[in-house]
């Protein structure tokens, strides 16, 4: 099915490794134009060669920014338009998730790290691409963690901010669906990339097996399948889809694959 991604022009936040590397592959496979920007300039740089190798140089942009800098922001999407513009057809935003910590943890210094990284990233986000979208239509999609319907202890940071990119979001919908963009929210669960590694290396009782063992599909995620739905909902294919909350998580948001036995009779 073609997608109709061909010469599209897209952002994707992240996308040095993980999802958002995997993101990026997958619309550059449907012939979309992409930048990705992450921190860290070293892992942008090597994420922007092996695109570049596969794809071609003309057709990838790697940028390293802060996606709690507006000015980072403001520069990515200044530098995609120039690089490809005049439009940007799709903004993913991506990017890890609020620091593992208690209520009675969480300081104003954290939870201001939070919402500047999370949830102002993508009201940043928004507010710098939303000018070369309005002309053409386009796609914003945020991808956010599931654990904001399975609130767990030391997690209230996530919760909370990624609640408020879901309310965002829903209420962004509203406002552009009449320009022709769409806005759509996926809650990502367990897959298998670099920020479970690491959380994995700092909980060695946890394993990528035992994480998968505990969903209905028995397994967790790859990066190709998570970027095979992203694809999907900014395709120009699927415009009555905004302001939709989809899970991909391997059936995790609806119970765990364990059953009950029943209790023998007694004689």
């Known amino acids: 099915m073609d997608l109709g991604l061909t010469d599209k022009v897209a952002i994707v936040g992240g996308g040095s490794d993980g999802l958002g590397y995997a993101i990026a592959d997958r619309l550059l496979s449907e012939g979309a134009f992409v930048t990705i920007f992450a921190r860290r300039a070293e892992k942008i740089a090597a994420a922007t060669e092996r695109l570049a190798g596969k794809y071609g140089e003309k057709r990838v942009l790697g ?17 995609t338009v120039e690089r490809f513009g005049p439009a940007v057809h ?5 990017d890890g998730g609020p620091p593992i910590r208690r209520i009675s943890e969480l ?10 990284r999370h949830f102002f990233y993508v009201v940043r986000s928004v507010r710098a691409t939303m000018p070369y979208m309005t002309a053409e239509g386009g796609s914003i999609l945020n991808v956010v963690s599931g654990i904001v319907e399975r609130p767990a202890v030391g997690m209230a940071a ?3 901010v990624w609640s408020a990119v879901i309310g965002y979001a829903k209420t962004l919908a509203l ?13 990502s669960g367990f897959f298998d990339t670099p920020l479970l590694g690491k959380t994995l290396d700092r909980q060695p009782e946890l394993s990528k097996a035992g994480l998968g063992s505990g969903l ?14 992203v694809a999907t ?28 036995t029943t209790p023998a009779k007694s004689a």
């Open 63 to 79: 940028l390293a920014g802060d996606c709690s800098d507006a000015a980072d922001l403001d520069r990515v999407t200044a530098s």
């Open 90 to 94: 799709v903004l993913v935003t991506n």
């Open 107 to 116: 300081t104003d210094e954290v939870w201001t790290q939070a919402l500047a």
């Open 158 to 160: 996530s919760v909370a």
């Open 175 to 187: 406002e552009v669906g009449k320009d022709d963009i769409t806005v759509n929210t996926l809650l």
């Open 216 to 229: 209905p599909m028995g397994r967790i995620g790859e990066p190709r399948e998570f970027a095979d739905l």
């Open 233 to 260: 909902l900014v395709s120009p294919q699927l415009k009555f889809v905004t302001g939709a909350v989809v899970p991909i998580d391997g059936g995790a948001g609806i119970g765990m694959s364990g059953s009950l």
